[in-house]
């Protein structure tokens, strides 16, 4: 299977469809053509020009008044790659490490960032081989884009820095033999092309998506699950209710509820309580604004990756080679800072749903275990959830309200839009942890009901996860049940 790199419109569910499916990738005929004329374009402009471009026969950053002689030209890309892997931390993972090799190469491909054909052709056969380079979390202040992080993807092709291929972990030099390839040798501004741009922020941004939209609706199903068992009321998921405030995602969210439900036994029975506690009766509602906060930095990101984030822009039709920017990670660094507050809300709901399921009230056993006392049951699991609830609630603070200057303050503010990607990716695996205890906790409780039975919908998730994770009648070792929920929403 094959998607070709080009003009066309790259959505979010073709990236996932693209990675998840091992897709090879291609440049259509007009990117080839794209990328070919910009570069000629700015050979030729560098021939004729007396005027400084900065990046491209400049330094970089403070060091823009610096000229650089045209036999120094690939020596200066070279060296700002070199000069620019200052990445620390954990390892970006792999299928992130491949969305930004797939996003670098989208922009280049429109025709604006100066790269030799052979170049992009080279992060091509990367992508297609499964060659991963080995790029770090810290580092990028989201500033002139990702510097430090771009750099570290790009240094193998240079026969430089560390890849992952085939689960070994080899040189970029040791790569190139093995694959028979070439360093490729840089020309004027291609270093400045493949470090500038927001793809790493923007990578981490589509894996998230990816997953939250994935989690969103786990949330649903695993809350209607907890419903039931709860022995709660459908009352306020009509949709009368809502319309009067008629937020989408609360909309939206309100009428999956019922739908689950359709069918169920256990929500037809008479109920004692009159309202049920906020976790439950306000599913719609907090839910619901997840789902619109998701919604919202969809659009975001959709553009984005869409976008030519490098610096500087080589306008052919306005001949002219133009430092902005466009590598700015603010429009991005806001929204990821966003999202990773709604996925910390959507467990913090679901950890307080997991309190009241065993709060031994409603019918229901203490600490869900027949036995309570000799037994502790499933108590610490709330325990579990909470830590980790606190834990996303302390990466929950914006990254990019926060700026440092660098770069001898020519860079003097920044979107540490890089950080507010991988607290949001921390708080995604977070976010699932606690919705899998949940789904742990509502179905040990559902059991208690017998046997009166959920709806169908719900039932069927029942008996998928009761494959895996069984009932407890008295206490085990909860840890390897906890882990096979995990291994359940995904």
């Known amino acids: 299977m094959i998607h070709q790199i080009s003009a066309e419109h790259l959505t979010i569910e073709r990236i996932d469809e693209i990675i998840r499916n091992g897709y090879k990738i291609e440049l259509s005929e007009d990117a080839r053509q794209r990328i070919i004329r910009c570069r000629k374009y700015l050979d030729e402009k560098i021939e004729r020009e007396s005027e400084p ?113 085939q689960g070994q972990r080899m040189t970029g030099a040791d790569l190139l033999k093995k694959m028979n390839w070439l360093p490729i040798k840089l020309a004027s501004k291609e270093g400045l092309a493949l470090l500038n741009g927001t793809q790493n922020m923007a990578a981490f941004a589509v894996w998230a998506l990816i997953n939250a939209q994935r989690l969103s609706t786990w949330a649903d199903k695993i809350s209607a699950m907890s419903l039931e068992a709860f022995d709660g009321r459908i009352d306020p998921f009509i949709h009368a209710v809502h319309v009067l405030r008629p937020h989408k995602g609360q909309i939206e969210t309100a009428d999956y509820i019922r739908q689950l439900l359709e069918g169920s036994e256990l929500i037809k029975q008479p109920k004692v309580n009159v309202q049920d506690p906020y976790s439950f009766r306000c599913i719609p509602q907090v839910h619901g604004a997840v789902k619109d906060t998701i919604h919202y930095v969809y659009s975001v990101i959709d553009r984005e990756i869409n976008s030519v984030t490098d610096n500087p822009i080589v306008c052919e039709n306005e001949d002219a080679v133009i430092s902005a920017g466009n590598f700015h990670g603010e429009p991005i660094a806001m929204p990821l800072d966003f999202l990773c507050i ?25 600490f869900l275990v027949a036995n309570p006392g000799v037994n502790s049951g499933f108590m610490i699991t709330q325990y579990t959830a909470a830590a980790v609830v606190s834990q996303s609630k302390t990466l929950g603070m914006p990254a990019s309200v926060d700026s440092i200057p660098s770069s001898q303050d020519q860079e003097d503010h920044v979107s540490m839009g890089a950080n507010a990607a991988t607290k949001l ?31 169908p919908a719900i039932e069927a998730i029942y008996e998928e996860y009761r494959k895996i994770v069984p009932f407890l009648k008295e206490d085990q070792v909860m840890y390897t049940h906890i882990a096979h929920s995990i291994g359940f929403l995904r």
């Open 425 to 455: 990716y921390k708080v995604v695996y977070n976010t699932e942890k606690v919705l899998a205890i949940e789904l742990f906790n509502a179905a040990q409780a559902l059991d208690f009901r017998r046997p009166l039975k959920s709806s």
């Open 342 to 366: 709604a996925l910390s809300e959507l467990a913090n709901i679901s950890e307080r749903r997991i309190y009241r399921l065993v709060s031994g009230t409603r019918g229901l056993p203490s």
């Open 53 to 165: 471009i900065y990046g491209v026969t400049t330094g970089f950053g403070s060091l823009c008044k610096v000229s650089i002689g045209a036999d120094q030209l690939s020596e200066l890309q070279v060296n700002l790659i070199m000069s620019h892997a200052c990445g620390v931390g954990e390892r970006v993972p792999n299928d992130i490490v491949k969305i930004m090799i797939l996003l670098k190469i989208q922009n280049m491909s429109y025709g604006y960032s100066g790269c030799k054909l052979d170049t992009v052709e080279r992060m091509i056969d990367f992508f297609n081989n499964d060659v991963y380079p080995i790029v770090y979390m810290q580092g990028s202040l989201g500033a002139s884009g990702d510097l430090v992080p771009l750099a570290h993807l790009c240094l193998p092709m240079l026969g430089m820095g560390e890849v992952e291929y």
